[in-house]
């Protein structure tokens, strides 16, 4: 999914520039037309132009999501009206992003739009299948259940998302400690004890002759090392954003020892759990798996929900295109199946996300454990690899110093 910059023109006649995520330019102006904007220029981001968000209250998370329905549904339950239940929100929601779109969508109701379809013009901040659960909550006359369907698949991905994040964050702390450990000894520790190896007046062991050069060459032209450091965090970022850096990338994360079950079960948990709510809130199948397919991380498995509902559109059942191929776990076509005939297909979804949840938290930790040895040992030998360096001449001069 690429970002791309726009200027339109809107309905009171101001120019209105911004950035939107989509697979192609033909869906950027399908996503301006359908806020009521008239379509000016738009164009692929560049590296100057994309929107850089450092996560300090600018963000919308799932938890912020959640905390807003459930809101709304004590509101509603309490027997206050939406509109004076969103202007209290919007006064009292922490995050500026989302009070200001609170605030909007307020304003927008206030103009004769539905609670739906004043969400949808905050694409950025209200996920298509929020607003869809609204608009079904709207027109079934069950607001406070769609809501509360909402605040349970954003606590629960907020969940996942924790539990993944705290598998990739251990190795990443302690991979920054190794580096910081490595600069320090290099920059500090090995030029303290360089004088006392050219006194000796020996040859230095080569892992000694290999450490020193390094240190040289990092304290001389430390420039160079950064510049290069930053080329290819760059260049890794470029290329990820790309169509073929996605499909390496995700068939990375698939096939890689350890981690590639997590990616498995956190996509079939995904998948299962979008679903679930969608079909429970009257969804169409094939605009479901549109939806679902869009809030996939994976790009593999993104394609993969597409292809079904191409499938799908041409008149078979869900779980066929599930069993075909070893993309999701065979349960979930095995639970699909089951739900298709027997008209449960929500419920069973619904069971299998919990199931997967689950797995994801086992996996989770199974990871966790299998790291942590594994960084250890990795950091131990960097350590290590230094320390003989020091140690290596000293061991020498003793030896020489026996031997006379």
């Known amino acids: 999914m690429a970002e791309f910059i726009y200027r ?19 869906e950027v102006y399908e996503i301006i037309r359908r806020d009521r904007l008239t379509p000016v220029e738009v164009k692929k981001a560049g590296l100057l132009d994309k929107d850089i968000n450092i996560g300090i209250g600018g963000g919308i998370k799932p938890r912020d999501l959640s905390v807003f329905c459930r809101q709304i549904v004590s509101m509603l339950q309490a027997g206050v009206t939406i509109m004076d239940s969103l202007a209290m929100l919007e006064e009292q929601t922490e995050n500026k992003k ?50 509360t369907r909402m605040s349970t698949y954003f606590e629960k991905s907020a969940k996942m998302r924790a539990i993944v994040k705290k598998a990739a964050t251990y190795p990443i702390m302690v991979a ?64 990820a954003s790309s169509q073929g850096g996605q499909i390496v990338f995700a068939r990375l994360a698939r096939t890689m020892p350890i981690f590639g079950i997590l990616t498995i079960k956190n996509a079939a948990s995904s998948f299962a759990r979008m679903m679930s709510t969608l079909i429970y809130s009257g969804l169409g199948m094939t605009d479901a798996l549109t939806i679902t397919a869009g809030t996939m991380t994976n790009y593999l498995y993104k394609k993969k929900v597409m292809d079904i509902k191409d499938e799908v559109m041409k008149g078979v059942t869900l779980s066929e295109p599930l069993l075909s191929d070893d993309m999701f776990p065979p349960m979930v076509g095995h639970m699909a199946k089951i739900g298709e005939e027997t ?30 040895p594994l960084v250890i040992l990795v950091l131990a030998g960097v350590v290590g690899v230094l320390i003989a360096a020091i140690m290596s001449p000293m061991f020498a001069m003793y030896q020489n110093m026996d031997n006379l």
């Open 8 to 26: 339109a023109i809107g309905q009171d006649g101001k120019e209105k520039k911004g950035n939107i995520k989509a697979e192609s330019v033909e």
């Open 176 to 239: 920054v400690v190794a580096i910081v450990v490595v600069i320090v000894m290099l920059v500090k520790v090995i030029p303290s004890y360089q004088s006392m190896f050219e006194d000796m007046g020996t040859e230095l062991p080569k892992i000694t002759q290999a450490v020193v050069a390094m240190s040289d060459f990092l304290i001389a032209r430390w420039y160079i090392v950064v510049a290069v450091i930053v080329a290819v965090v760059v260049g890794i970022k470029m290329y």
């Open 343 to 372: 008209g449960q297909l929500e419920e069973m979804l619904s069971r299998l996300a919990d199931y997967y949840d689950e797995e994801v938290e086992m996996a989770t930790q199974t990871v966790v454990a299998a790291v942590e």
């Open 98 to 147: 989302l009070a200001s779109a609170i605030g909007g969508a307020k304003a927008e109701i206030g103009k004769g739009e539905t609670l739906g379809s004043a969400l949808a013009k905050f694409p950025d901040v209200f996920p298509d299948v929020m607003v869809e659960m609204v608009n079904a909550g709207e027109a079934s006359g069950k607001l406070d259940v769609a809501f």
